[in-house]
């Protein structure tokens, strides 16, 4: 049974951070890369940041520079730092891992909320 789980979702302030991670079951992690979308309310779910299998990241344009992408193969766990969150943040946060053979799966997801 595949999983993935994300936990580290939270309240904080602007100007805060939060490290969310996301654990892997299930599946042979080091082929996939993984992504982290979030969807805020009222709006469409959208990419925030990659990383492959081979370490490689990219980022949409409006968290380079505050948010992080990295993963631990030895803990079949990916993560994202986020720094100097501002309310426009706030959303649920879900990884997604995807193997060359398009083969992909989604995790639940973890709410972020940002107070002004």
């Known amino acids: 049974q595949v999983q993935l789980v994300e936990s580290g979702g939270g309240l904080v302030p602007a100007g805060g951070s939060l490290r969310l991670s996301c654990v892997a079951s299930?599946?042979?992690?080091?082929?996939?890369?993984m992504d982290w979308y979030r969807q805020a309310p009222g709006k469409q779910r959208e990419l925030v940041a990659g990383?492959?299998?081979?370490?490689?990241?990219n980022y949409a344009d409006f968290v380079k520079g505050r948010f992080t992408v990295s993963r631990d193969n030895a803990k079949n766990t990916v993560y994202l730092q986020m720094d100097s969150l501002k309310p426009e943040d706030t959303a649920v946060y879900s990884c997604?891992?995807?193997?060359?053979?398009?083969?992909?799966?989604w995790g639940q997801g973890t709410q972020v909320t940002v107070s002004s």
């Open positions: 997604y891992s995807k193997s060359r053979f398009a083969i992909a799966y």
């Open positions: 299930g599946i042979t992690f080091t082929v996939y890369d």
């Open positions: 990383i492959t299998t081979l370490g490689s990241t």
